[in-house]
């Protein structure tokens, strides 16, 4: 059976990239590369509004720490 797949060009690309970090609290939008504060803490990194303050992204980051055998 074949599969027929169709592309319809009269919709243009959404504007918005995917990869634009909203913040929950006030509507704030930026690139995750954007505006945004960044804390870094231990393992984890914690994106905050520069509008708001509100918490926008926490992840743990991963360690790149080599240990080397003697």
Do not use: Q
């Not at 243009?12 to 509507?27: A, D, I, N, S």
């Not at 939008?29 to 945004?36: A, M, N, Q, V």
């Not at 960044?38 to 360690?63: F, K, M, N, P, Q």
């Amino acid at each position: 059976m074949a599969i027929h797949t169709y592309h319809d060009d009269a919709h243009p690309p959404p504007e918005r990239r995917k990869t634009v970090l909203f913040c929950p609290e006030c509507g704030h939008e930026s690139p995750i590369t954007g505006d945004w504060n960044t804390d870094v803490s231990g393992d984890e990194r914690v994106l905050v509004c520069t509008a708001c303050g509100s918490v926008v992204d926490r992840r743990s980051r991963r360690r790149t720490d080599v240990v080397e055998a003697t």
